[in-house]
């Protein structure tokens, strides 16, 4: 949501407030032996999701005439408020049990990654004036990420690749002026945060059931876990490996 370049506004008040919520699920489970091949199984899911909120120019640019900028003058006590959120919700799964031996440095590989990003800002030359009112702008990211892998049945004389299981939770906060903007309020007041209710306030952390007890249990923003497969120990063979990343 944005107030654009060149755009005047007069009222009471403004309040800009863009939203995403976006969960993406990659999953295989039990899948044929032909369909994995020679190249074992590789489940990836990936979000890159951005909200924006903005007064002005977009971001990385500048206004097409410096003497014509964005403009919002209001006159209640509500001020202006500028809030941008996204909320996160990435899941990988592979369950490949029941999956037979796979030929030689074949394993599998099992990815989740969050990279949603939120931004409030004032654009290029944009000017804001609320009296004795607040200004606020908010950026807001809730992410999580958990990559849930199995490794398929191994043989030393094959060395199989075993699991590999990555989670990744990278979010992106911004709150800034571009340049030759001004702000004239009572407050004003810049703020972001990551995986919390408010600043300061209580941590969000995703549940899930890694267990399989159909348990929801509280796990890290970025969680990640490994079942190995039958044989998943022998001399040769490389098990599991799990990487978090937050």
């Known amino acids: 949501t944005s107030v ?93 049990l029941g999956v037979g031996v796979l030929a030689s440095g074949v394993g599998t590989d099992t990815d989740a990654t969050s990279s949603a990003a939120a931004r409030a800002y004032l654009g290029h030359l944009a000017e804001i004036d609320t009296g004795s009112a607040p200004i606020t702008f908010d950026a807001t990211v809730v992410a999580d990420a ?3 892998g199995t490794g398929v049945a191994a ?5 199989a690749a075993g699991a590999t299981v990555d989670a990744t939770v990278s979010p992106v906060t911004q709150v800034l002026t571009v340049g030759g903007g001004r702000l004239a309020g009572g407050t004003v007041a810049m703020r972001s945060w990551v995986n919390v209710t408010n600043p300061g306030g209580a941590a ?43």
């Open 146 to 148: 958990i990559a849930d």
């Open 155 to 159: 043989s030393a004389a094959l060395g």
């Open 4 to 96: 654009g370049d060149g755009a005047i506004v007069r009222a009471g008040s403004l309040r800009l407030d863009a939203t995403t919520t976006t969960t993406v699920r990659a999953e295989a489970f039990n899948i044929g032996i032909s369909a994995l091949g020679g190249s074992g199984a590789n489940v990836e899911a990936t979000d890159t999701t951005a909200a924006n909120s903005y007064v002005g120019p977009e971001l990385a640019t500048t206004a097409a005439d410096s003497a014509d900028p964005t403009s919002v003058v209001t006159t209640g006590a509500g001020g202006v408020d500028v809030d941008a959120t996204a909320t996160s919700h990435v899941r990988a799964i592979t369950f490949l």
């Open 204 to 246: 969000i952390n995703p549940q899930y059931d890694y267990t399989g007890s159909s348990a929801l249990e509280t796990v890290a923003p970025a969680f990640a876990t490994v079942v190995l497969g039958s044989g998943g120990l022998l001399a040769g063979v490389v098990a599991g490996r799990v990487t978090t990343t937050n």
